[in-house]
């Protein structure tokens, strides 16, 4: 991306300067440009505070706004009686009385130390020092400067606060030094950090920390005051692992206007609705989670800010949620919930972060029978181990339990596949030993539970049956922090004045001078077309992650041979095998909508890179050239489900992990990444199996992306046209009924009665025994009516004869009626595609 130079003429001075943007990973290179107050429009006379001159809190109309109106500064309402001097949005028009504040604030001078609501000051002394006073006259917050020149204190419209001299030397100013938020054009150093807020109505320093690391990547730290842990990106991960760059020590980050954040460790994302100029900001929400939020600037109907990116979708995975002793529980329409471990309560009643403390003592007596395990299924408690022992059964990992005095529980997982080999060369271990890992906890702590974790913990209790009727695993309301907002009581003695000596001061002061002075300044901008060049000098960019890449057309045809080797093809376009130039066979999908615009599909596309399941197809990167959009993804050498459904290479226990993978990918589509995305085409053709036949969803990235805009999907906007296959259809597209993600359910359990049944849709061809129609109409009250009617044997009467009755009884009357809910007529009878997860996991057999 090119940009023009930025000439800035100052006439008082006679000085002429430019910068070169500079072309890199990095976008922009801003240091010298955000330092310079004259980037923003000149200030008018409420823009600026004279040298000499003093804002005070008992004036609500003491503020500095900023030329365009968009930002604001003053004091700001924290609590009764409290004021922080705040930097916030005033366009839209919001509240800032002390009751109903309702502005969004993008920066604070004093969040730890408020002043009273009485005789406070932010005062621009003659000597250049900016002082923020007390009712008692003490200092709460300054800036210590010296200059020479007269000095004013601005605000401009890119919400940075500047103290600068009447010159343009900048002695200070906010974008050095954040509090909780990050705006656009304002420049991230290793110098700085956004600290979260203590709680949505504390603004005060809370517990998260994003920063830049000593190993130079950009991280988010959970620091209390008794614990301290890296929760993002992934902390079991080293370095070279996570996909990032850590051999840059310029460290340095960017949010631009149109929605892109880039970071010099190679880091960086796209807003969900880039390429749009709104009002943005980056924000370390009291949450511990990063955001990036946008909202239209002069829409007084609509204040409410939108998130447009977030580093974490699985919110329980931030370290300090819910305290010690405690789990955290995600739920895709309450949020996260909090609960204690049994024989546990909890400490404080307003705040989760303090967790729970037990109801009894463990002596060092810890043998068997003195102590027991409770079994918490897909459960993990982050950090804290004992050490790592792998290749241990889980007898002998009880035992190590407890024998240690110390351990409160351990942690007890299978690593398989590539994980596994991963974890042998980061740990020194040799293959030979059993893929089991122990983790003996010394410490509850970031307790968490989701049905994708493979792995179970087992708390160490005392065996005396005091907790055989008091498991409560019931979840409480997360509050994160508490809310409690503290007034500031303080009194203050009355100070005796010398009227005299003020009258005589300010009597001096009119008749020593009035300064007069006349700055003109010119300026102009040159911009230069930022749309990116698509030659093929340019190869790729990174979108959204690393390994994500934008391809040139010409480098896609060579991959595929002129688009001579197809594999595929369908309504959504054609599917052809390639090999990259790193090697790697892909598969190459040319989309039909060539029509749809560069910006819109670039939106898409980043949400495409984000997506990461392992029963979601690895998405590598796209093309956006002209008229031509492709998109290129890992290839599966087994093909998709509908060439295996029908061969002898599934047997029963591959078609249980295939619906259960399935259902994995799908819930995750659905509940736990920032847009909803809805498939849209569930079918067998879309539902590939890699080398091990493990299911990964496809063709899930241009079906429907939904912002998400609330707690459950009500709210999904009406869809121009039907989408999806016949024979696999919810009734809701041809009844012209609400499209939820239902629709997607409904297919899923199609799929599902044709894997155990051997009957396919007509859709996949041909059926077996001939009539299409009457396959699609009755496949579904055929089943039903065996299940209701067939007496003992229905089983035997519907399962597909090549499984040659080598399957699990129970596993498959749990998967039937689950396909047979999934496929009910009325959309709010089916279950959701979490609850499929969580039953199908709950019947498992593990061998």
């Given amino acids: 991306m090119k940009y023009a130079r930025l000439f800035c003429i100052f006439i008082s001075t006679f000085r002429n300067f430019s910068m070169d943007i500079l072309n890199s990973l990095f976008v922009l290179s801003i240091t010298a440009l955000v330092a310079s107050p004259h980037f923003s429009s000149s200030a008018t006379s409420d823009s600026a505070l004279k040298e000499g001159s003093s804002l005070s809190v008992e004036n609500p109309q003491d503020i500095l706004v900023s030329k365009t109106g968009v930002f604001s500064a003053g004091f700001y309402p924290v609590g009764d009686n409290a004021y922080c001097f705040a930097v916030w949005f005033s366009k839209p028009s919001c509240s800032r009385s002390s009751t109903s504040s309702s502005c969004t604030v993008v920066w604070t001078a004093n969040r730890d130390y408020p002043v ?103 991280r988010l730290l959970y620091d209390s005051p008794e614990v301290s842990s890296i929760y993002w990106p992934k902390p079991w991960l080293v370095s070279w692992a996570t996909g990032r760059f850590s051999y840059n020590r310029s460290r340095l980050a960017f949010l631009d206007t149109l929605g892109k954040f880039t970071s010099s460790d190679k880091f960086s994302f796209l807003s969900g609705d880039y390429g749009v100029r709104l009002q943005r900001r980056l924000t370390l929400d009291f949450d511990g989670n990063l955001r990036l939020y946008s909202r239209e600037e002069d829409n007084e109907n609509n204040k409410t800010w939108v998130i447009s990116w977030q580093a974490l979708s699985q919110s329980c995975m931030i370290h300090g949620t819910c305290g010690p002793n405690s789990i955290c529980n995600y739920d895709p329409i309450s949020g996260r919930k909090c609960s204690c471990l049994p024989g546990h309560k909890l400490k404080n009643t307003t705040d989760w972060s303090y967790g729970c403390e037990p109801e009894f003592n463990l002596s060092c007596d810890n043998s068997s029978d003195q102590v027991s395990f409770i079994k918490f299924m897909h459960a993990d408690f982050y950090g804290n181990d004992h050490e790592v022992y792998p290749g241990y059964t889980l007898e002998e990992c009880e035992n190590l339990c407890l024998r240690l005095c110390n351990c409160k529980g351990f942690q007890y997982r299978y690593i398989g596949g590539n994980q596994w080999s991963l974890f042998s060369v980061i740990n020194n271990i040799q293959h030979t030993i059993i893929p089991t890992v122990c983790y003996p906890k010394i410490s509850l702590l970031n307790g968490y539970v989701s049905p994708d974790y493979d792995g179970d913990f087992y708390v160490k209790f005392p065996k005396n049956g005091f907790f055989s009727d008091k498991e409560d695993n019931s979840g409480f309301g997360l509050n994160c922090s508490s809310d409690i907002v503290r007034p500031l009581y303080r009194t203050y003695p009355e100070r005796l004045e010398n009227r005299t000596l003020q009258l005589l001061f300010w009597f001096a002061f009119g008749l020593g001078g009035v300064e007069i002075f006349c700055i003109l300044l010119v300026w102009c901008f040159l911009i230069s077309s930022h749309k990116d060049s698509n030659d093929a000098s340019q190869g790729y960019q990174q979108v959204a992650i690393t390994g994500f890449k934008r391809f040139t057309y010409s480098e896609l045809k060579q991959a595929t041979q002129n688009f001579s080797s197809e594999v595929g093809r369908g309504a959504g376009g054609t599917v052809y095998r390639g090999k990259l130039p790193d090697n790697r066979i892909a598969a190459i999908k040319r989309l039909n909508i060539a029509d749809q615009g560069e910006a819109e599909f670039l939106a898409e596309v980043s949400t495409l890179g984000k997506l990461n399941h392992m029963n979601l197809i690895d998405s590598w990167g796209y093309c956006a050239e002209k008229k031509h959009r492709l998109l290129v993804y890992e290839y599966m050498e087994h093909g998709s489900l509908a060439d295996n459904l029908f061969s002898n290479a599934l047997d029963w226990r591959k078609r249980f992990e295939i619906a259960l993978g399935t259902a994995r990918g799908l819930a995750y589509l659905h509940e736990e990444c920032l847009e909803w995305v809805l498939h849209c085409d569930v079918k067998p053709p879309n539902m590939l199996l890699d080398s091990n036949y493990n299911p990964k969803v496809s063709d899930f990235g241009l079906s429907k992306l939904l912002k998400r805009s609330g707690h459950d999907d009500s709210n999904i906007s009406s869809f121009s046209r039907i989408r999806g296959t016949r024979g696999y259809m919810a009734p809701e597209w041809v ?80 998967l039937v009626t689950l396909a047979l809910q999934c496929v009910e007529e009325d959309s709010d009878a089916r279950p959701t595609m979490s609850k499929v997860v969580q039953i199908l996991l709950h019947h498992q057999n593990y061998l």
Avoid at 161 to 172: D, N, Q, R
Avoid at 190 to 215: A, E, H, I, P, W
Wanted: hydrophobic share 35%; glycine share 8%; with cysteine.
């Fill in 116 to 218: 009273n609501g009485k005789r406070s000051k932010l005062r621009l002394q003659q000597n250049g020092n900016l002082v923020l006073t007390d009712a008692d006259k003490s200092i709460a917050w300054s800036v210590k400067t010296a200059s020479l020149l007269s000095t004013e204190l601005t605000l401009y419209d890119s919400g940075n606060l500047v103290l600068h001299t009447v010159k343009g030397a900048v002695l200070w100013q906010s974008f050095g030094s954040p509090a909780d938020t990050l705006l656009p054009l304002q420049q991230f150093n290793k110098d700085m950090q956004l600290v979260s807020s203590r709680s949505r109505t504390n603004l005060s320093s809370g517990f998260y920390k994003l920063f830049f690391n000593n190993d130079n990547l950009l």
């Fill in 735 to 814: 009844l012209n009924m609400r499209i939820t993600s239902k629709v997607d359910v409904y297919s899923y359990g199609i799929v599902v009665l044709e894997m155990v049944t051997g009957k396919c849709s007509p859709a996949m061809g041909v059926s077996s025994n001939g009539g299409e129609e009457k396959e699609q109409r009755g496949l579904v009250t055929w089943v039903r009516d065996k299940k209701n009617n067939g007496g003992e044997s229905w089983i035997e009467e519907i399962v597909d004869p090549m499984l040659e009755g080598e399957n699990d009884r129970v596993e498959m009357e749990t």
